[in-house]
Nanobody
Framework: VQLQASGGGLVQAGGSLRLSCAASGRTFSTYAVGWFRQAPGKEREFVATISWNGVTTTYADSVKGRFTLSRDNAKNTVYLQMNSLKSEDTAVYYC???????????????WGPGTQVTVSS
């Protein structure tokens, strides 16, 4: 499975962005997908995860109520809708795929290159 995150950019605080994680491979629909982010000088942190069938989602407390995950397995794509963005959301965002959902990065086998999200205050 190869992953490619896109949709990052520069946005003002309070604005919105939608990140996409597009995957290659016919088995993508059987994988859970997680999003992580890494800000400069900080460790990578968990953002959100969605089960293979889209039924179960889990969010970090810092984004709960502002970010929403969804997936379209017919398009091999997972979406992270980010609303009410804050300056502390500035980071490189990564999507990852694994056989199970989890909040730890080691849960995921496949990783794509990140996409930069910058929120100006």
């Amino acid at each position: 499975v190869q992953l490619q995150a896109s949709g990052g950019g520069l946005v003002q605080a309070g604005g919105s962005l939608r990140l996409s994680c597009a995957a290659s491979g016919r088995t993508f629909s059987t994988y859970a997908v997680g999003w992580f982010r890494q800000a400069p000088g900080k460790e990578r942190e968990f953002v959100a995860t969605i089960s293979w069938n889209g039924v179960t989602t889990t969010y970090a407390d810092s984004v709960k109520g502002r970010f929403t995950l969804s997936r379209d397995n017919a398009k091999n794509t997972v979406y992270l809708q980010m609303n009410s963005l804050k300056s502390e959301d500035t980071a490189v965002y990564y999507c990852a795929a694994g056989r199970t959902s989890g909040t730890y990065s080691r849960t995921y086998t496949y990783w794509g290159p990140g996409t930069q999200v910058t929120v100006s205050s």
